[in-house]
């Protein structure tokens, strides 16, 4: 058997997430690739991913491997499997790897970034593709309360009720707000997050950067481990996938490590 990784992106507003769903009938990201994986392959293909990303959420750079009795080549895998992919999903590069190459246990750590649209009028051009808001969001204090963030902790209070993983704790290496144009955007980096951690995290930081939560209050949240304490959860538009993180040897490329209106 070759095992093979690809880099993928998509918009993944019209899908209910990455996740193929077996007992229902589900547009997913994962379902559509491995379809037309499996037509370039003649052979029935099961991809795994490095981060499985929730419905409505985006990637610009999403690694998975698959393994497959043929090597039908570098072009079939990108230009073939992309002319039988939806507009929405793009492989992006292809990398043949060894079988000790896996897209999620090899992975030392993911990277997001979260795009918030601050502008008096929503833009027609922007949604699904970013959250819009109104008022101005105060910038330094929702960049000093990041700080209690890093290193390891358990982020009970930031897990959404349905999170399967049998551990809560996480360790964070880097988060931090800052402003690109007309956009907020939160960059956050882990070894792994839970289920809608990102947006938990977002949608308490938007109460502290309007205003209506104290500074200390997401330490508070993160040392009390109760989700029920926290602020709603941010919607998905506006969150991405944008890096993931291999050792050296596997020498894997990388994609764009952020969504192209941000440049």
């Given at each position: 058997?070759?095992?093979?990784?690809?880099?993928?992106?998509?918009?993944?507003?019209?899908?209910?997430?990455?996740?193929?769903?077996?007992?229902?009938?589900?547009?997913?990201?994962?379902?559509?690739?491995?379809?037309?994986?499996?037509?370039?392959?003649?052979?029935?293909i099961?991809?795994?991913?490095?981060?499985?990303?929730?419905s409505?959420?985006?990637?610009t750079?999403?690694?998975?491997?698959?393994?497959?009795?043929?090597?039908?080549?570098?072009?079939?895998?990108?230009?073939?499997?992309?002319?039988?992919l939806?507009?929405?999903i793009?492989v992006?590069w292809?990398?043949a790897?060894?079988?000790s190459?896996?897209?999620?246990?090899?992975?030392?750590?993911?990277?997001?970034?979260?795009?918030?649209?601050?502008?008096?009028?929503?833009?027609?051009?922007?949604r699904?593709?970013?959250?819009?808001?109104?008022?101005?969001?105060?910038?330094?204090?929702?960049?000093d309360?990041?700080?209690?963030?890093?290193?390891?902790?358990?982020?009970?209070?930031?897990?959404?009720?349905?999170?399967?993983s049998?551990?809560?704790?996480?360790?964070?290496?880097?988060?931090?707000?800052?402003?690109s144009?007309?956009?907020?955007?939160?960059?956050?980096?882990?070894?792994?997050?839970?289920?809608?951690?990102?947006r938990?995290?977002?949608?308490?930081?938007?109460?502290?950067?309007?205003?209506?939560?104290?500074?200390?209050?997401?330490?508070?949240?993160?040392?009390?481990?109760?989700?029920?304490a926290?602020?709603?959860?941010?919607?998905?538009?506006?969150l991405?996938?944008?890096?993931?993180?291999?050792?050296?040897?596997?020498?894997?490329?990388?994609?764009?490590s952020?969504?192209?209106?941000?440049?």
């Amino acid at each position: 058997m070759y095992r093979f990784a690809l880099g993928v992106e998509y918009d993944g507003a019209g899908y209910c997430g990455w996740q193929k769903q077996v007992s229902i009938k589900l547009e997913t990201v994962q379902g559509k690739l491995e379809e037309a994986l499996s037509r370039v392959a003649n052979y029935s293909i099961r991809t795994t991913c490095a981060g499985r990303t929730d419905s409505g959420v985006h990637a610009t750079n999403q690694v998975v491997h698959f393994d497959t009795p043929v090597d039908r080549g570098n072009k079939a895998w990108v230009v073939g499997v992309n002319s039988l992919l939806p507009p929405s999903i793009r492989v992006t590069w292809v990398k043949a790897v060894d079988q000790s190459f896996h897209a999620r246990f090899s992975a030392t750590a993911r990277r997001y970034k979260y795009l918030i649209y601050c502008q008096r009028v929503e833009s027609v051009f922007l949604r699904k593709k970013a959250v819009w808001m109104k008022e101005e969001l105060d910038l330094k204090l929702m960049n000093d309360a990041t700080g209690v963030l890093l290193g390891e902790h358990d982020f009970s209070g930031f897990r959404a009720a349905g999170c399967q993983s049998r551990s809560s704790r996480r360790f964070v290496m880097e988060a931090s707000w800052y402003r690109s144009r007309e956009f907020t955007v939160f960059d956050v980096k882990a070894n792994a997050f839970l289920l809608h951690m990102v947006r938990n995290l977002v949608g308490a930081f938007l109460d502290v950067g309007n205003g209506a939560k104290d500074v200390n209050w997401i330490s508070e949240v993160l040392g009390g481990r109760d989700r029920s304490a926290g602020s709603v959860t941010a919607p998905p538009d506006g969150l991405y996938l944008v890096a993931v993180d291999y050792p050296d040897l596997h020498m894997l490329p990388t994609g764009m490590s952020t969504p192209l209106f941000l440049l």
